[in-house]
C-alpha cells in the first residue's frame, strides 16, 4: 500500500520514503511519455534515481550533479546531507510534494529521488532558448539593443538590471489548467497604486482557461472592455519600455513562452509614443509626435475626404482641379467609392501576404513592388482614378507611422468604416462616424483610468509627455503620479459605468 498521504494545505499528495513507490507514481502519471528518462543509481548503498525530459534537460546540468555526487564520502555525511552543504551546484531546491515535482519536471528541471527519503531535489536546468537580440517590432537607432525573450526568468533579469531597487516587486502565478504557464506581476512599491495591483491579481486569479500560449490570451482576459476593438493593454517586446512603465507608476505582466510583456493600465496617447522620443532632443521627440497625430487624421480620415468631396461636395474643390479630376474620371467604369474600396482590400490582401512570405523570398520587398504594380497596372488599364490611386495609397502608407502595430490595424479598419458611411451619408456621414469614435474612445477605461487620461479628466502635469516631450528637468514625475493615483481613486469610486464594464468582462469570459 502506497504511503502517499494527503498534505492538508496544498491538497497534493506527500512524497513517500518508498523510491519504488515514488518512481511508480510519476511513471503512471506520465505514461505513455517516451522522452522522459528515467536514471537509476546507487551511491554508497544508497538507491537514487534522476528523473527529467530528455529534450529539456541541459546535459551540462547532468555532468554536473554525476560529479559532485561522485565526491560524497559515506564516513564522514549521508548523501542527502552532502546536497544540502556542500554539492556545488547553485539554487538546489528541496521539494516533499508529488505536485511540486511535476511542475518541476514539466518546466525542464532534473529531479533527485533517494530512497528512505521523502523529500527530492530539484536541480536546475536552463532549457534551450534563443539568445537575447535587438526586438523586431521596435526597432531603434538609439537606447538599448536588448529585447525580451520567450524565458520568462531572462525577462525578469532585464527588468530586475535596470531597476535595481528593492521596492521592485515580482509575484508569480500560474495559469491554464493544462498548461500551467507560469504569469509574473511587476510594479514598484510605493510608485504603483496599492488598489490597481490587487485588482491586476484578481483579475489573473479569476482566468480559467485550458491554456495560455501567448500575451494576447492574457490580455483579452483581463480587458477592461472586451468588446472594444480598441486595445487597453500596451504590449511590448523593450525592457526598457516596461521599466519607464513601472517607473511612471504602472504595472507589468510577463507571460512564460513570449518575448511580449503587458503593461497596464493603458490610455490613447500611450499608442502614440515609442522608445526613440526618450532617446532624441525632446524639440525633435515632440515635432515626430506632432507628426504621429498628423499621420493619425491622415490615415483615418484622407480617404473619407476625398470620397466625400469628389462624390457630393464638388462645389468645395477650387475649379481647375475639379476639372482635372473630371478629366481623370471620363472614361472609368465604376464610381470613386467602389474605386476607393477596391484598393484598400488589394492593399490589405498584398500586406498579409507580404507578412506571411518568406523572407527569402522578398517579404516586404515584394509586398511595396506588389503595390505599385497592380496600382500602376489598374490606372493604365482604365480601371481607378489616379487620383483616387494617389488618395489611397498616401493614407495607406502614412497610418504605418503609428508605432503601435494593434493600434495602427485598429486606425485602418475604422478609417474604413467611416469611408463607406462617407460614401453613402457625404460629410454627414463623416462627422457622426467621427463622433460615434469619439463617443466609443472617451467612455472607454483601462483598469479604472479613462482612457482620454491625461487630456479628460485634465491633469496638467501628465500633459508634458502628451502632444510634447518634456525635457527630463520639466518633469515632475512624483507630481504627476500623485495625480495618476488620484484619478484612479476618483474614477473608482462608486462608479456604476465601471461596475458595468466589469460585468460585461465577466460575461464574456
Known amino acids: 500500500m502506497l504511503e502517499h498521504v494527503k498534505n492538508r494545505e496544498t491538497h497534493s499528495e506527500l ?68 546536497i544540502r552543504n556542500r ?22 528541471q532534473a529531479i533527485l529521488l533517494i530512497d528512505q527519503e521523502k523529500h527530492a531535489f530539484i536541480f536546475p536546468s536552463n532549457t534551450a532558448g534563443r539568445n537575447i537580440t535587438e526586438p523586431s517590432t521596435e526597432q531603434t537607432i538609439k537606447g ?55 485588482e491586476v491579481l484578481e483579475r ?14 492574457v490580455a483579452t482576459m483581463i480587458n477592461d472592455a472586451p468588446k472594444s476593438p480598441f486595445p487597453t493593454v500596451v504590449t511590448t517586446e523593450r525592457p526598457d519600455r516596461v521599466c519607464g512603465a513601472l517607473l511612471d507608476g504602472k504595472i507589468a505582466i510577463l507571460i512564460d513562452g513570449t518575448p511580449f510583456v503587458l503593461t497596464v493600465p493603458a490610455v490613447f496617447f500611450d499608442f502614440f509614443k515609442s522608445s526613440e522620443d526618450y532617446f532624441e532632443n525632446s524639440f525633435l521627440s515632440s515635432a515626430i509626435r506632432w507628426v ?51 484598393m484598400l482590400i488589394t492593399f490589405e490582401v498584398i500586406r498579409e501576404a507580404g507578412f506571411r512570405m518568406p523572407k527569402t523570398l522578398g517579404g516586404s520587398t515584394v509586398t511595396i513592388l506588389g ?9 493604365q488599364g482604365g480601371l481607378i482614378g489616379a487620383v483616387t490611386m494617389i488618395f489611397i495609397s498616401l493614407a495607406a502608407l502614412v497610418s504605418f507611422i503609428l508605432p503601435d502595430y494593434e493600434f495602427h490595424q485598429i486606425i485602418r479598419f475604422s478609417g474604413f468604416i467611416i469611408l463607406i458611411l462617407t460614401g453613402v451619408f457625404g460629410f454627414m456621414g463623416l462627422l457622426v462616424g467621427l463622433l460615434f469614435l469619439l463617443t466609443h474612445l472617451v467612455s472607454l477605461r483601462s483598469f479604472g483610468v479613462p482612457y482620454f487620461a491625461p487630456i479628460s479628466p ?52
Open 204 to 217: 489573473l486569479a479569476q482566468i480559467k482557461i485550458d491554456g495560455i500560449l501567448d500575451s494576447q490570451s
Open 15 to 82: 512524497l513517500s520514503a518508498s523510491l519504488h513507490e515514488n518512481v511508480a507514481f510519476i511513471k503512471n502519471t506520465f505514461e505513455e511519455c517516451d522522452d522522459l528518462v528515467y536514471h537509476f543509481a546507487e551511491i554508497e548503498t544508497k538507491k537514487l534515481c534522476f528523473i527529467y525530459f530528455a529534450d529539456m534537460i541541459n546535459s551540462q546540468t547532468l555532468f554536473e550533479m554525476e560529479q559532485g555526487l561522485l565526491r560524497v564520502n559515506h564516513n564522514e555525511e549521508d548523501l542527502p546531507t552532502f
Open 458 to 509: 485634465a491633469t496638467r502635469a501628465g500633459w508634458k509627455d502628451v502632444f510634447i516631450r518634456a525635457p527630463r528637468w520639466a518633469v515632475n514625475m512624483e507630481s504627476a503620479r500623485f495625480d495618476i493615483d488620484r484619478i484612479y481613486r476618483q474614477e473608482n469610486s462608486g462608479d456604476p459605468a465601471r461596475k458595468e464594464q466589469k460585468g460585461d468582462r465577466d460575461e464574456e469570459k
Open 144 to 198: 538599448p539593443k536588448e529585447g525580451f525573450i520567450e524565458n520568462i526568468q531572462t525577462n525578469v533579469m532585464l527588468i530586475r538590471k535596470r531597476i535595481r531597487n528593492p521596492a521592485l516587486k515580482i509575484q508569480h502565478m500560474t495559469l491554464g489548467t493544462k498548461t500551467n504557464t507560469q504569469v509574473s506581476v511587476a510594479y514598484v512599491k510605493g510608485v504603483a497604486n496599492d488598489e490597481m495591483v490587487q
Open 371 to 379: 503595390l505599385l504594380l497592380i496600382g500602376q497596372i489598374a490606372v
Open 87 to 108: 554539492l556545488s551546484i547553485n539554487n538546489v531546491e528541496e521539494v516533499n510534494d508529488l505536485d511540486s515535482v511535476m511542475k518541476q519536471l514539466l518546466a525542464g
Open 292 to 342: 504621429r497625430f498628423f499621420g493619425l487624421l491622415v490615415a483615418l480620415i484622407l480617404p473619407s475626404f476625398y470620397i466625400g468631396l469628389t462624390m457630393y461636395h464638388q462645389d468645395l474643390i477650387q475649379t481647375p482641379f475639379l476639372i482635372r479630376i473630371a478629366a481623370s474620371r471620363e472614361d472609368l467604369p465604376y464610381p470613386v467609392l467602389v474605386e476607393a474600396i477596391f
